[in-house]
């Protein structure tokens, strides 16, 4: 008996070749993100969610639209606003005064990328409207549950929370983003090449005149999604990312460490790298390169470590150092 179409080696190699296609086709509108570019590929393979966090104008909304562009999927978006109402996301009730009743109007939400902008702008009420759609890809409204399409992605994007007009997400929130990518101020070369695209008549608001199209579908996500799941995972590396995540637990510098929802997330990411870079295998350094992004939204400081300068990022890079790494 032949095997599935999705899991032929031809398919997956051609799935990979999208997905490569899929980064250098978000370049011709965003300079010099790539980490985060990487990150929403990996979050795509791994069917998670993912929260772009950086100040404003640094190109987080562009990034997540230019994603929407390039790939075959059904995109809405939500501006997150104080004034929000939680069925503004997921739909409601509608009263057909013509058939004298009820039917349900599906909000934005029914969708495969949902870009949540700004999302912690608006207050945790809102937020938590998000939570079973996250978690279980569907929404009860009136006691009764609607599934969501597949694929289905959230990319939120928030501003520090040190900004004005903000609310923390709650740690439940949290934990249903895969990845948390930080957007960075892009260096000076990357500052200069954006200005010299405006200046030469680019325009983020049209990103069709910018040349992007779709390059990647569907097909190609189940494709690569079977080629991830066949991806070998030696018993050295399963100890080494439980060794990593208890070591959270124990950091006198937290009060709150990765759990093992987190170590699952980390291990799905890593063999999504390996798989990305080339390899059937995932190799100590996989779960290196994705341990900050998976990990730094999953851990809490304690007041008097954060007020010693001490970060998130910080306290993962020492466990890193520390954890013995397996031959």
Not at 107 to 122: Q, S
Not at 252 to 270: E, M
Request: proline share 9%.
């Amino acid at each position: 008996m032949s095997a599935p179409i999705s899991d032929t080696p031809g398919n997956a190699d051609r799935a990979r070749s999208s997905l490569e296609a899929l980064r250098a086709e978000i370049a011709k509108a965003v300079v010099g993100q790539d980490p985060a570019v990487t990150g929403l590929v990996v979050a795509l393979l791994c069917r998670g969610h993912v929260l772009l966090e950086g100040v404003p104008g640094v190109a987080k909304t562009l990034l997540v639209r230019a994603l929407a562009s390039s790939l075959e999927l059904d995109t809405k978006r939500v501006q997150f606003t104080p004034d929000l109402m939680p069925s503004d996301v997921t739909g409601s009730l509608v009263y057909d005064a013509r058939t004298a009743e009820f039917s349900f109007q599906p909000g934005p939400v029914f969708t495969n990328l949902l870009l949540a902008d700004e999302i912690n702008r608006t207050p945790p009420k809102t937020q938590s409207s998000l939570l079973e759609a996250m978690e279980e890809r569907q929404v009860t409204v009136d006691g009764t549950p609607r599934a969501l399409p597949e694929p289905f992605l959230v990319a939120a994007t928030q501003n520090p929370v040190e900004y004005e007009g903000t609310y923390p997400l709650p740690e439940a929130q949290l934990d249903r983003f895969l990845l948390k990518l930080n957007v960075p101020l892009p260096s000076r070369q990357d500052e200069i090449s954006v200005l010299t695209r405006h200046a030469e008549g680019f325009n983020p608001r049209d990103l069709n005149a910018a040349g992007l199209r779709p390059v990647a579908g569907p097909a190609d996500l189940e494709a690569a999604r079977a080629a991830v799941a066949k991806t070998a995972v030696s018993p050295e590396i399963t100890g080494y990312v439980v060794d990593i995540c208890r070591a959270t637990r124990e950091s006198p510098s937290l009060t709150l460490g990765v759990s093992p929802r987190g170590a699952t997330a980390l291990l799905s990411t890593a063999r999504a790298w390996a798989w990305l870079t080339g390899r059937d295998y995932v190799t100590p350094d996989d779960v290196k390169a994705l341990a900050l992004p998976t990990l730094r939204h999953r851990i809490q400081l304690r007041p008097e470590a954060e007020m010693e300068g001490v970060t998130a990022d910080s306290v993962i890079t020492a466990i890193l150092a520390n954890v013995p790494v397996p031959r």
